[in-house]
């Protein structure tokens, strides 16, 4: 960046070239008069003298003299050094005398001027010239306003401050004021500004002196630091992340954030899961809007703990949490965990109709449920997907784990008027679906489309199948995005593709785990999935309201980012301007590195990357768009690549599996980090 600091300023330097004219009669008539020019030897205040010195620098200081009419009347040079300089004028005629200093290339860098009155013949007059600077000593800042720099929030790094010195000349800097100064540092050789720690969002004030020994600048500056979209939001917890270990160090715990909620005052509340060698369980905690645990009025000292897998959870319009998980029946199978809280953290102890309020759904006696996503209608109604295997119903034709939607009343009971019968499954409100010619299925996310009080939406699922292929004349699986659409009242959707259920296929192995509706202009929308090319990147899907891929998103209805790297996906959100976040874990390095990284990367509505989100980081061949950080925070790296832009800090571990908007665009992302095991619950806000 170029700023001129010193715009339009005039440094007097304090060399005074002495020109006298020596006022006495000459005893010898003449038709001449003399003009003698003298320069002080080198001095302390004679910095024209002083500068001689210095190799490329001033050398002489040369005079011309000219009459009224602008001739070239008289001309000499005197060395810098000190010296004297007698010139034969015209007598009798007005002068103007100019004198420059001269650098070794011929340059003036200082000069001064006068008119001189007539000067008699054969006489002596004395005139005095101040010499100024042609180009005082200044400082170049390439692309600020005057006076004040702009830079992103979470980094530290200002701008370099340059000169118009020349190469040879040895310009120092120095923090020598302002409001602020004791927050920047500058690097005394070469004009490296800096912040000592990356600051907050705000304007601050320090003052720069920078000299070459001879000419001293002071200049006051402010640094505008804006939030940067992507950037850690410092003003959340320490530096923009928060984390929470429900152990000790008798008992350590393993625990990992699953689910995040932010409530209508600004609270974050998280849900997760928290093991021991001996026990597991979950876990909810709150978090005011600063990232401090709500210890006052939510749960017990800010947390609550209860038994069971939490996986996903969800608000209803009064704030009041509701879960969904899994947890262990007494036949040592799983089953779909569903409870409800108020608002601040306490038991529905009526939920469901059971007493403890601890609603457990066992979809078969034989099976292993587990609920993996929620969502909840606009009437109340609760909606929980995730699979269950199907071992004790091999006579149906249906083997494996398969697609199970249960729908719930606003009481936690099962809702008759959801589902299809089955004669082997003991109750309604459940909807199995078998996902034709999938040995394995697993549904991970579901949305609503349309769904309103007046008008009964669509329930979407996405997840994954897995299906036999031959591959080379060899027998192989291969697991596929799996998108399925029901009607409210459970049933497949038959007008998406033709039986309700798209799979998609972009590399081997796809495993769908987020899915929205994107607006676009109609009722419906369109259908957004993300999800993970295993082992390879990141893999999005738009699909039209029939069931078909949107050509017009990425390539062909599909985005697809490999990097031939551990990249996955956990998370999709939808921002209300149409751009999708995705959340998951993210390899931002190749090489001795750790590679496994909380991130976020920002999809543009088309299926672009968004490179208005994070920051350059340091990573080879990164797509723009994504942000990362880790629990450990340390030094930020980046790279001189500005196409790959990334926010992070490297060393540590960790995985996002949840995202959340508060109402101001912050991106709230939760899962686990640890920079030594076990792990801990990890919550980071980004700026949006």
Known sequence: MKFYFAKGMRVLVGVVAAIFLHGCNDATSSDTAKLTISIPHASSSNKIAARAVMPNYIHAVTVTVFDSAQHLVAKGD???????????????????????????????????????PPIASGATSTVSLI?????????????????????????TDVAVITTNAKPDQRVSYSISGGADLNLF?????????????????????????????????????????????????????TNGIVTKDFGNIEVPTSDSAKAVVVQSDGKIVVAGTTFNDSSSGSALVRYTK????????????????????????????????????TISNTAGNTDFLLMHFDKDGNIDTGFGGIEGGIVNTDIDSG???????????????IVVVGDMDYARLALAGVTGTQFAVVRYDTKGNLDTTFGQKIPELPSTGIMITNITGSTDAHAAAVTLQGDTLQTSGKIVVAGHGT?????????????????????????????????????????????????????D?????????????????????????????????????????????????????????????????????????????????????????DTSFGRVFGRVSQPSGEVFFDALNETLVATSDE??????????????????????????????????APEDFGVVRFNP
């Open 78 to 116: 005197i060395p810098a050094s000190g010296g004297e300089l007698a010139l034969t004028v015209p007598p009798n005629t007005a002068l103007h005398v100019t004198a420059a200093a001269l650098d070794q290339e011929n340059q003036p860098r200082f000069s001064g001027n006068k008119d001189v």
């Open 131 to 155: 010499l100024d600077a042609l180009s005082p000593l200044s400082s170049l800042v390439q692309g600020a306003e005057l006076g004040t720099l702009t830079v992103p929030d979470n980094t």
């Open 185 to 237: 540092r500058i690097d005394v050789d070469s004009g490296q500004l800096s912040f000592n720690n990356p600051p907050r969002v705000g304007e601050y004030e320090v003052q720069v002196t920078f000299t070459d020994g001879f000419e001293s600048v002071v200049q006051d500056l402010k640094v505008k630091v804006m939030a940067q979209s992507g950037g850690l939001d410092i003003s959340f917890g």
């Open 290 to 325: 600063e990232g401090k645990l709500d210890d006052l009025t939510f749960g017990t000292k800010g947390i609550v703990l209860l038994d069971g897998e939490v996986n996903a959870m969800a608000l209803q319009s009064d704030d009041s949490i509701v879960i969904a998980g």
């Open 367 to 381: 099976s292993n449920d587990s609920a993996a996503a929620l969502v909840i209608q606009a009437d109340g109604k």
């Open 467 to 519: 299906f036999q292929v031959v591959i080379g004349g060899v027998q192989s699986t291969d697991d596929d995005f799996v998108i399925v659409r029901y009607d409210n009242n459970g049933i497949p959707d038959d007008s998406f593709d033709t039986d309700g259920i798209v799979n998609t296929d972009f590399a081997s192995d796809d495993q769908a785990t987020g899915v929205v509706i994107q607006p």
């Open 521 to 609: 202009g109609t009722p419906e929308g369109k259908i957004v999935a993300a999800g993970s090319v295993v082992g390879a990147g990141l893999a999005l899907a738009r699909y039209n309201n029939n069931g078909t891929l949107d050509l017009s998103f990425g390539s062909s209805g599909k985005v697809a980012n490999y990097n031939s790297i551990s990249e996955s996906v956990n998370a999709l959100v939808l921002q209300p301007d149409g751009k999708l976040v995705v959340g998951g874990t993210f390899d931002y390095c190749r090489g001795d590195c750790i590679p496994t990284l909380f991130g976020a990367v920002r999809y543009n509505t088309n299926g672009s990357f």
């Open 643 to 676: 196409t790959h832009r990334i926010a992070g800090v490297k060393n540590g571990l960790g995985t996002a599996y949840a995202l959340a908007l508060q109402p101001d665009g912050k991106i709230v992302v939760v899962g686990d980090v640890y920079g030594t």
